[in-house]
């Protein structure tokens, strides 16, 4: 089920939070059972077959968890290693069981058939939570005993599918609070707008850029400098939307029931350097590849070189978790490299004391952004060679040719154009303009005005801290106002409009 | 005090303000609720009744005003859907059935239709196949009658098949029964299309659809009022020279005396027979360039083979039902009106009198065509029969030399185009 579907708006939220209000009256266990009950029907209505695997993996962490807990000695360790070893396995087995045949094949000269195994939804996020959660029980920072909570947990339908990624000692509390179990104008309140204004930057934005994105990617024969670097900032604004507003409306949603879930995104095309991006994309995962993967590595604590290999490493892995390729892989070694280098500079920098000021800050801003959008054709393209074909136009190699029809509203410009080694090609010219058109909305949205969490800055809807400004400008600041009232009320209205082309989150593929 | 540990418990606490500042005024969220609700509920009553009354796709008929509504845009989805609704309310007598060379080409309005005191429906749709009119088709027949004839303009490059072609999916699950009446009604582009509807009535060449299913591609005037046929033909030819390269050059799947397109002609002949509807083939007048780049692929003798198979099915259906009226036309060739000279590069002032662009022929040669299916006086179009193919076989090379000696730029034009599309596949 999508949250932008009329189903889920109209069906399934409005069941479940009645019914889960309704519980809590009589009974919060019967209120957190129901809720757990309507997360797996929330997960199954992709598909059921699934169903048993989650539930599986479920109580196999729990119940590893309970032996990780009770265990003392290197038997502790020896639990800890068997649980992960099994979770990463079963990880391996759906995601890169085919990658991995490929490989083989391709190295041995052998023809092992692929197995086509379908990815289960929402498994690497289910799975990473529950490695978290067993390795800090593993370090004593959690006692999980009440099954029912862990249940609900792991399957609540806000974060299942696509993130964020959970740590069981932020949740657990919340499932324990009174007022959870309370309805609350004032969350309900907040909730709403809160994924009303994600619900937009999917349906209005991200699904607008996508068909833009789409074309360059799959269809486009033409790769002259605009419509390279038009197609790909479609698929980079495309990408920021659609996450950015799926963790808007997964932190709205599951403030309607009275819990906050962390911050995921902090407007990271506002970055002003590689490093602070990583701090503010996806920043769940972030985190536990932070907490879980750089830190067990070593992180910075074996002198610099460690820390580069072991940011490589991280980034490495982080980008095969996006998906069993070589692009992916690819773009997460871009990304290591960008990191290192970041690092590199920084302490050379540092050394040389040199000055970094307003103009260095545009710079470096403008640097990072273009990197990010590099490194995101790999992210994107079906192959390496589609990939470079694109990066060969955005670097202009390709001309710089404009449509014709364009060419024509230029008047004199278009000669001087011309001499300037501009030409003109037939067609394309509508999709030209829209793409840029909706590039440059994207633009202005992502780089000039305040992201969610600022206009929320009144209320702290999220747990987590942000690394931009606190709040935005006074009028810019939500409040429980008729005139805020009349936006998110037209934004909804928009919003329901465009829910006719149900469109799947980016993020449901990883 | 309860009151304010009630709050203080609550998620979204205030930010640097004490607990009792967000309890200060409770009520102010519930009313902020209730205005969205009456924002949200207000617009969509707004939405649909501006786009009932509007009416973007002839589908309610509350209003019908010049100033206002009359004229229609183009609908760019659920097309299937809304011409099956119109169809079914026309209840035409002669429908007209194809791609996008029907819905563009041939007018149910036209004066030739009136004139036999047919009422017609062009129920082509850009894009489709033969799979798609037959399923028209069918649904059409569940809601309204038989119509007494059917013009089915069939296209050579949809008989192409690869010789190891497995046979097509079973069509996956489309959109609700309902889903497109509702999307119609409340939708971004519905409501988009509405705004348009209000905007094309002062329009000069708008891109529309009229009440009878015609797409007459009158905005295609402004293209070339800015950039010129040329331009025009040359992009449409560059896009049909990279649709002939991945083109196949088999009309069979290998071993069989069928494909996908031939299975659905021949239910559709089948259908039609047994409606006693009175069914007219009709292969379409191509312009010259198209030919000549068909013969540049190599496609040449497929296209006689498809000739030769078209008249054989038509043969087959007659066989199978003895009553059954099936013609078989052949408008393509190379002269007269398809050897349309194309306007030269840069011109925007000449206009063409046949041709939008080699592969789609304006009203005014839909015009002729439908004059010879019902019957008029003139030598346009061929009709078709296992004892005429050699004859039209020569008709067709005759024409040919006549069109390379009057415009031999148009065969030098194809010869590169297609050069240049076999150079770049992939």
New interface residues.
């Given amino acids: 089920m999508l949250f932008n579907s009329f189903t889920f708006l109209f069906l399934f939220l409005p069941i479940t939070a009645i019914g889960y209000f309704l519980l809590a009256r009589r009974s919060h266990v019967q209120a957190a059972g129901w809720l757990a009950l309507a997360s797996l029907t929330f997960y199954g209505w992709w598909s059921y077959y699934y169903i048993p695997l989650l539930l599986g993996s479920i109580v196999f962490n729990y119940w590893m968890g309970q032996r990780i807990g009770q265990a003392a000695g290197p038997a502790r360790k020896r639990w800890l290693t068997a649980a992960l070893v099994t979770d990463l396995g079963l990880l391996a087995y759906y995601k890169y069981a085919d990658f991995f045949i490929s490989g083989a094949n391709w190295l041995a000269h052998a023809d092992i058939p692929l197995l086509h195994v379908v990815l289960p939804i929402g498994i690497s996020f289910f799975t990473f939570t529950q490695i978290a959660y067993l390795v800090d029980t593993y370090q004593g920072k959690v006692k999980e005993a009440r099954f029912l909570h862990y249940v609900l947990f792991i399957t609540y339908f806000p974060h299942l599918i696509a993130g964020p990624v959970l740590h069981h000692a932020e949740m657990m509390p919340q499932f324990d609070k009174p007022a959870s179990y309370r309805f609350s104008f004032q969350n309900f309140a907040v909730g709403l707008s809160i994924f009303a204004i994600g619900l937009a930057k999917k349906v209005l934005i991200a699904d607008n850029l996508a068909p833009h994105a789409n074309f360059l990617f799959d269809k486009a024969d033409i790769f002259s400098l605009a419509n390279a670097w038009g197609g790909v900032l479609a698929y980079a604004f495309q990408l920021y939307f659609d996450f950015s507003g799926y963790s808007d409306m997964a932190i709205g949603i599951s403030l309607m029931f009275g819990i906050r879930l962390p911050l995921n995104f902090d407007s990271p095309y506002k970055a002003a350097n590689i490093i602070d991006f990583w701090r503010r994309w996806h920043m769940t995962l972030s985190r536990f590849l932070r907490d879980y993967l750089y830190v067990p590595l070593g992180g910075n604590r074996k002198g610099p070189v460690r820390r580069y290999v072991n940011l490589m490493t991280t980034m490495l892995l982080g980008g095969l978790w996006h998906g069993a390729g070589m692009n992916f892989v690819i773009w997460g070694a871009l990304h290591g490299l960008y990191l290192v280098i970041n690092h590199g500079w920084n302490a050379m920098a540092d050394r040389l004391r040199l000055p970094r000021g307003r103009t260095w800050a545009v710079f470096s801003w403008a640097l990072t952004f273009a990197a990010v959008c590099v490194a995101w054709v790999f992210f994107r393209a079906t192959s390496f060679d589609k990939a470079m074909t694109i990066l060969h136009g955005m670097a202009g190699l390709d001309g710089v040719g404009l449509p014709a029809s364009i060419g024509l509203q230029l008047g004199p410009l278009k000669t001087l154009l011309e001499q300037w080694g501009v030409t003109f090609y037939l067609g394309g010219g509508s999709r030209f303009l829209e793409t840029w058109q909706w590039v440059v909305i994207g633009g202005f949205i992502a780089f000039c005005l305040p992201n969610t969490q600022q206009i929320m800055g009144r209320y702290e809807a999220a747990l987590g801290t942000m690394a931009g400004p606190r709040l935005a400008a006074r009028w810019q600041l939500w409040q429980p106002s008729r005139r805020w009232s009349l936006y998110i009320g037209a934004i909804l209205l928009g919003s329901l409009l465009s829910l006719s082309r149900p469109a799947e989150f980016l993020y449901f593929q990883f | 005090m309860e009151q304010i540990q009630?709050?203080d418990?609550?998620?979204?606490?205030?930010?640097g303000a004490p607990a009792s500042a967000?309890a200060q005024?409770?009520v102010?969220?519930?009313?902020?609720?209730a205005?969205?609700?009456?924002?949200?509920g207000a617009?969509?009553l707004l939405?649909t009744g501006f786009v009932a009354v509007i009416d973007p796709y002839h589908l309610y008929g509350f209003v019908d005003s010049p100033a206002l509504n009359h004229v229609k845009p183009l609908p760019e989805q659920y097309r299937e859907q809304i011409k099956l609704a119109q169809a079914t309310a026309v209840r035409p007598d002669l429908i007209l059935l194809g791609n996008s060379r029907v819905e563009v080409g041939l007018d149910p309005d036209s004066p030739q239709v009136s004139a036999h005191g047919r009422t017609a429906y062009n129920m082509g749709l850009s894009g489709t196949s033969l799979t798609t009119s037959e399923r028209m088709y069918v649904q059409l027949r569940e809601s309204a009658a038989p119509a007494a004839m059917a013009v089915i303009g069939v296209e050579f490059l949809d008989f192409l098949v690869k010789p190891d072609e497995a046979p097509a999916a079973p069509a996956a699950s489309g959109p609700l029964p309902w889903?497109w009446r509702?999307?119609t009604l409340?939708?971004?582009?519905s409501?988009t299309d509405a705004l348009r509807t209000v905007r094309l009535q002062k329009a000069a060449d708008p891109e529309t659809m009229t009440g009878r299913g015609q797409t007459p591609l009158r905005n295609y005037n402004q293209?070339a009022r800015?950039?010129g046929y040329y331009?025009i033909f040359?992009?449409k030819a560059?896009?049909n020279a990279?649709t002939l390269m991945r083109k196949p050059h088999n009309l069979f799947v290998a071993g069989t005396n069928r494909s996908e397109s031939i299975d659905r002609l021949r239910t559709l002949l089948d259908t039609m027979a047994r409606d006693r509807t009175e069914v007219h083939l009709v292969i379409y007048p191509y312009h010259a360039q198209l030919m000549a780049m068909f013969e540049e692929a190599g496609l040449q003798s497929t296209l006689d083979d498809w000739r030769q198979m078209l008249v054989r099915e038509a043969d087959a259906v007659r066989a199978r039902y003895p009553n059954a009226r099936v013609n078989v036309w052949d408008f393509s060739g190379y002269a007269g009106m398809r050897c349309e000279r194309i306007p030269g590069p840069g011109d925007t002032r000449t206009a063409t009198r046949w041709y939008w662009e080699a592969g789609h022929f304006k009203s005014t040669l839909g015009e002729r065509i439908l004059q010879r299916i019902l019957g008029g006086e003139t030598a346009f179009g061929f009709r078709l029969g296992a004892d005429t193919l050699a004859a039209n076989r020569q008709r067709i090379a005759a024409e040919r030399a006549q069109c390379a000696g009057d415009y031999p730029q148009v065969f030098a034009g194809a010869r590169d185009l297609v050069a240049n599309a076999r150079a770049?596949a992939p």
């Fill in positions: 009630r709050y418990d609550e998620a979204p606490v205030l930010v967000a005024a409770p102010s969220y519930k009313r902020f609720t205005w969205c609700a009456t924002v949200v617009g969509v939405v889903q509702f999307d409340f939708s971004i582009k409501l293209f800015q950039e331009a040359q992009q560059g896009d990279k770049s």
